[in-house]
């Protein structure tokens, strides 16, 4: 009896210490990740340049929200990025699309605006639809009590950093806004 107590606190003990381990190692994994712009910022022995051009502010719900235009010039490379800003309790949350995303998030805001009505028309105690980027920036609403609210979520991690507002064609206006001023950045 005694024998198998013993085996079992040792399958429990090695289950338990493998367990701390995988979960270590997920741990690594996720803050490996690194962001477009992460790529660009952590380049060493080379001269990093950053050009900002502002835009107008992002109307939300219970605010506004900074925008502009971030230029990256790293050695012979550069990278454009439409940068938006929220100044929370606890610091300031910093979404940073690169061009590409931004055309990709543009096209999904096309596809989500007609949804949002026949979305409503379900009448669901709770639905949300959404796109996220690779960089893990959402776009997207929910809808609650018979009402639609469009949200962009800022960063992957962290809280206070969700942003609300009432319609989601603020968000196209903008972004589309911030495609243009790239597009006449490049030339």
């Not at 800003?85 to 096309?110: N, W």
């Not at 639609?148 to 800022?154: E, P, V």
């Given at each position: 009896m005694a024998h198998k107590l013993k085996l079992r606190l040792f399958i429990f003990f090695t289950l338990l210490s493998c367990s701390d381990i995988i979960s270590q190692e997920t741990k690594n994994n996720s803050e490996n990740v690194k962001t477009k712009m992460d790529v660009f910022n952590s380049k060493t022995g080379i001269i990093t340049k950053y050009i900002d051009t502002k835009l107008s502010s992002l109307k939300t719900s219970y605010g506004n929200a900074e925008s502009k235009i971030r230029k990256v010039v790293s050695g012979s490379i550069s990278a454009y990025f439409y940068q938006i800003?929220?100044?929370?309790?606890?610091?300031?949350?910093?979404?940073?699309?690169?061009?590409?995303?931004?055309?990709?998030?543009?096209?999904?805001?096309?596809?989500?605006?007609?949804?949002?009505?026949?979305?409503?028309a379900l009448n669901?105690?709770?639905?949300?639809?959404?796109?996220?980027?690779?960089?893990?920036?959402?776009?997207?609403?929910?809808?609650?009590?018979?009402?639609?609210?469009?949200?962009?979520?800022?960063?992957?991690?962290?809280?206070?950093?969700?942003l609300f507002l009432n319609n989601g064609n603020l968000i196209e206006i903008s972004f589309t806004e911030a495609r243009s001023k790239i597009d006449e950045l490049k030339k």
């Open positions: 800003s929220k100044q929370g309790k606890y610091g300031e949350s910093t979404a940073s699309i690169e061009y590409t995303d931004l055309i990709e998030v543009i096209k999904a805001l096309k596809i989500l605006q007609p949804e949002m009505e026949k979305d409503i669901p105690d709770y639905l949300e639809n959404k796109f996220v980027t690779a960089d893990g920036f959402e776009v997207g609403y929910y809808v609650s009590s018979g009402k639609a609210n469009w949200y962009i979520k800022l960063e992957k991690h962290g809280s206070d950093n969700t």
